[in-house]
């Protein structure tokens, strides 16, 4: 595994990072967003990672978990909720009830957008089992085009946000140097039985199902591109066995917020991450 405690950066980033340091770039306040971690149980664990297109204005190129940004109509999801309560969440992601319940939706629905997989049901007892109709894509491109709000597609569905099968896992926000900032909450959860991925999402070019280790060679080998969150979880993932195994873990993990850091030395800029 690399090494990114202290990373040197080139290019664009250098560029834009010792701007920051030198005091002529001033920080965009962080904007919140889910990520989340599919998994399921092959030879072991593999994990669902998409690459983004390269024309995309954040993390272009970079292979990452299906997520995005928390829409503003997220948290309106309450009356359709099951499973720890939002206190429960904000507790875990250090963070008020109301931004917790947000994340947890924009998690659930950024995951069908990107990938056609839902973490809801028609009970809290049930997990929808096939989303791979003409009906549900016509659904999930209207999310996606904010054409329809994620309560309104749960309640004309009669279907209930199943935050049961989220699990915490950590809380990274992007450098202050970055023009784009986000303030990600990540979470793991397995696979529903009966559904599979899609590659549907116009964001991505390519997808996979990878064990988590073989995902942080193809890193360190230069076959594929990581930002230092979805590389260090892949690392971490990768000291596991199996899927519940994950899952367990993760309710015992210490969440604490990590913001990298830019250390400058002359005319070079490290990202530091502690």
Request: aromatic share 8%; proline share 7%.
């Amino acid at each position: 595994m690399r090494d990114l405690r202290s990373q040197l950066l080139t290019g664009r980033m250098a560029t834009v990072a010792l701007e920051y340091a030198h005091g002529t770039r001033t920080p965009t306040d962080p904007r919140p967003a889910s990520t989340v971690v599919l998994l399921r149980d092959s030879v072991g664990p593999e994990v669902y990672l998409l690459r983004r297109q390269r024309s995309m204005a954040f993390a272009a190129g970079m292979t990452v978990f299906p997520g995005g940004r928390v829409d503003a109509v997220d948290s309106t999801v309450a009356d359709s909720w099951f499973g720890p309560s939002p206190e429960w969440f904000g507790e875990r992601l250090g963070c008020t009830p109301e931004t917790a319940a947000a994340y947890v939706a924009a998690a659930v629905r950024e995951t069908f957008e990107e990938s056609g997989v839902l973490l809801a049901g028609p009970s809290p007892d049930a997990v929808v089992d096939d989303t791979t109709g003409d009906d549900w894509e016509a659904d999930r491109v209207a999310l996606e085009s904010r054409a329809l709000g994620f309560a309104d597609f749960l309640h004309r569905r009669g279907l209930v946000l199943r935050a049961d099968l989220l699990r915490p896992w950590a809380h990274w926000i992007t450098p202050e140097f970055e023009p784009k900032r986000y303030d990600t909450a990540f979470f793991v959860a397995a696979l529903p039985t009966g559904q599979v991925t899609r590659d549907v999402t116009s964001e991505s070019d390519q997808v996979t199902w990878i064990r988590p280790a073989d995902a942080v060679r193809a890193v360190d080998a230069g076959e594929m591109l990581m930002l230092p969150p979805t590389y260090i979880c892949c690392h971490e993932l990768s000291q596991y066995g199996d899927v519940p195994a994950i899952l367990a873990a993760a309710g015992e993990r210490e969440i604490r917020t990590i913001m990298p850091t830019v250390r400058v030395d002359g005319d070079q800029a490290y990202l530091e991450t502690t």
